[in-house]
Each structure stands twice: as structure tokens, then as C-alpha cells.
């Protein structure tokens, strides 16, 4: 099945610098790649979204990259503010017709410091 | 909102004991996902409806079980708890065919005393 690995695992910046995630997955057949950000205590929000098609997205301060060959894909937060401050999943999806398996990285612990 | 309704929100139980976790999905959404989110833990995918059916599975235990009914919300019954059981459990939703973004409910706390 498929396995998606991310890191860091925590990841420490401060307001107005970049951060970067990056996730590994394993599982060619993969065609759709979420981020989801969850707050403490809190439902995962999707904040942005990439199909195996695309490269790269962008979202005003948040983008995405896409690289197939290598089976790996990054976030990008720029100009960071203290909400950003989350835990940050990756995931991967495997489709085949109706089934629909989602599989999540680990997590990344972002803390925008003052 | 995400449109995806779970209840209860938090639930206290002993061990050994059964309970049922319920979700409404989005409006138009066929697709249904369980996942179980233990303390400072990833999301583990439990299993997937589609349209009333079983399409994937994933780590889920065998005391544990789900189903999807005509009207398209979810159960998911958890039995013979135990103490590891505590944990978050998320119901998540998309569009036909599992297609598209999933959105997620605000979750079900489960303690097991």
C-alpha cells in the first residue's frame, strides 16, 4: 500500500520567514496530493491541493510542488504569521474506481515565533 | 464548516463497553472516510463507503466496524473496548467516487476508563 513520510517533524521560524515541508510517497498510482492543517483539538482544514497533472499551485502565501518522477511534493508557506502556527499533514491518494484510500504523512509541528 | 457532521462530539466509556460514532457527510458527497487520530498521533485511515458499500480498508480492527446507510451517513461501531482505544476519530467526506477535496468532520472523542 501506499506510504507517505514528511518532514521535519517540528519546524521552528520566525514571523515573515518561508517554511517548507516537503512529503515522499510510494505508491505510483497516486494522482492527488492535499495539505491539511489542524489546529489544536481542531478538525484537519484542507488549505491547498495538488493533482498529479500540475506542477505547482499557488494560494497567495502558501504553494505547492509536485514532482512525480521523484514521487515527492513540498509546501511552501512565505511571509509566515503566528497562525500559522499548526500541526501540517501531507497526504496521498490511491483511486481505483470507487475506492478511495487517503493516506496521511506524520505531521509537521509549525511554531511562527515573534 | 466543513458541512460534515459527527456526533457525539465527546464520549466517555469503560472498557469493554460498545459505542457507535455517527456521521453525516456533506451535501451530495457519496463518498465516507474514517480515520482514528491517537494523542499527538497521525491520521490513520480506517475505511471507506461508498454509496452504502465497502470500497477500501485500511488498519482497522477487527473489533471495530462500519456501514453506510440509504441516506448516506455513517456508523461506526467500536467494541470490546480498551484503554488504547482513546483517541479522535474523524469522519471525512467527498465527492462521487472519492474524487476531489475530502473535508472533514469536527471529530469524535472517545475516552476509555
Redesign the interface.
Known sequence: GENVEQHPSTLSVQEGDSAVIKCTYSDSASNYF?W?KQELG?????II?IRSNVGEKKDQRIAVTLNKTAKHFSLHITETQPEDSAVY?CAA?T?T???????????TRLQVTL | DSGVTQTPKHLITATGQRVTLRCSPRSGDLSVYWYQQSLDQGLQFLIQYYNGEERAKGNILERFSAQQFPDLHSELNLSSLELGDSALYFCASSVVGGEGAAFFGQGTRLTVV
Open positions: 492535499p491539511y481542531k478538525r484537519p482544514q484542507l491541493d499533514f491518494r483511486r474506481g470507487t475506492a478511495s484510500k487517503l493516506t496521511f504523512g506524520t505531521g
